[in-house]
């Protein structure tokens, strides 16, 4: 079991930087594939960004990619997502996602542990 927890949402200015941090609680953090999604209002949840547990082989969508660097720090249980260049069309609430099942499970949305979310919100 693992619980999730988000920070390090708020109003930002586009074009400007933030950082999203999720810690979770439970065992073995090292052993899963984490990730970050996100859903703006009216739209569906999206993938954002995925990193693996071994050798921390990272996936991105498209729209993030050169802009968003996903992390994880295993010793303190937490995986960020350094958001650069931010733009409006970004502004959404972003959700951290874990599965043992590996990257892909988590890219396609199928991740087994989800956190509640985090808005973050890019003013023009």
């Known amino acids: 079991q693992v619980h999730l927890v988000e920070s390090g949402g708020g109003l930002v200015q586009a074009g400007a930087s933030r950082t999203l941090s999720c810690t979770a609680s439970?065992?073995?953090?090292?052993?899963?594939?984490l990730g970050w999604f996100r859903q703006a209002p009216g739209k569906e949840r999206e993938f954002v960004a995925a990193?693996?547990?071994?050798?921390?082989?990272?996936y991105y969508a498209d729209s993030v990619k050169g802009r968003f660097t996903i992390t994880r720090d295993d010793a303190k249980s937490t995986v960020n997502l350094q958001m650069n260049s931010l733009k409006p069309e970004d502004t959404a609430v972003y959700y951290c996602?874990?599965?043992?099942?590996?990257?892909?499970?988590?890219?396609?949305?199928?991740?087994?542990?989800w956190g509640q979310g985090t808005q973050v919100t890019v003013s023009s």
């Open positions: 439970g065992r073995a953090f090292s052993s899963y594939a």
């Open positions: 990193i693996s547990w071994t050798n921390s082989l990272t």
């Open positions: 996602a874990a599965d043992r099942a590996g990257p892909p499970t988590v890219v396609r949305g199928s991740a087994s542990y």
